[in-house]
């Protein structure tokens, strides 16, 4: 299968259930890189995912209409932000995350939005080195927004160990539409 075969289009209410079942998916793989703190399951409320489904801030990739991975747009103080992304396991590697990625920023450019942010693991590949190929960079914590403060303290609270976390920024004003590094690929 390759990046051309994988249809993204927005998510439906219905898509819950795979949605959730591939982000416990992907706890595994945290767990394996050294983060027992991903094993207890926290993810999208169903209230949240229908409601971000029916304004249009949900993108499915579906292979074949088998929904494989999902993206989700939140709002983080007055920033747009990636609130969640997962790509079942089995169909990692192959774009597929590349592909929702191109579609939350494409979101943003659409929406007229300044910036694009989220926040993420600073110690796994697939984390803030992949996000970097896209053009986001690592927001220091003196330059934290009150809400990224209000995040951090909530992840923290939650159980996340946020030594190994940054928050991260996609600047949308300047610049390829996906960054220097993507856009070279
Ligand atoms: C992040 C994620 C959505 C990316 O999805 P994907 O479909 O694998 O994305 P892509 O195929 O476009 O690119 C992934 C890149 O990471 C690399 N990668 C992934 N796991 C890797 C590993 N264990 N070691 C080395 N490289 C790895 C891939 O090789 C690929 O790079 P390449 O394009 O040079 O081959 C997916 O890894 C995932 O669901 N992870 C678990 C949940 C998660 O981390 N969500 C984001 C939280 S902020």
Redesign the pocket.
Do not use: C, H, K
């Given at each position: 299968m390759t990046?051309d075969e994988v249809a993204i289009r927005p998510a439906l209410p219905s898509d819950f259930n795979v949605c959730v079942a591939?982000?416990v998916a992907?706890e595994a793989?945290?767990v394996e890189?050294g983060h027992p703190e991903f094993a207890d399951g926290g993810t999208i409320a169903c209230a949240e995912f229908s409601a971000a489904a029916n304004n249009g801030r949900l993108a499915v990739?579906a292979d074949q209409g088998v929904v494989v991975?999902w993206?989700y747009l939140a709002t983080e103080g007055d920033e747009l932000a990636?609130g969640?992304?997962?790509?079942?396991?089995g169909?990692?590697?192959?774009?597929?995350?590349?592909?929702?990625?191109r579609w939350a920023i494409e979101q943003a450019l659409v929406a007229g939005e300044q910036t694009l942010v989220?926040?993420?693991?600073s110690d796994?590949?697939?984390?803030k080195?992949?996000?970097e190929?896209f053009g986001f960079e690592t927001v220091e914590p003196a330059e934290w927004t009150v809400a990224m403060q209000h995040t951090t303290s909530e992840q923290t609270a939650a159980g996340l160990d946020w030594s190994t976390r940054v928050h991260m920024r996609r600047r949308l004003t300047t610049g390829p539409a996906y960054g220097a590094g993507e856009a070279a690929?």
């Open positions: 990046e591939i982000d992907t793989q945290f890189a990739a991975g993206v990636i969640q992304m997962s790509v079942d396991p169909f990692q590697g192959r774009g597929i995350g590349a592909s929702l990625l989220l926040n993420t693991q796994v590949v697939w984390n080195p992949w996000y190929r690929r």
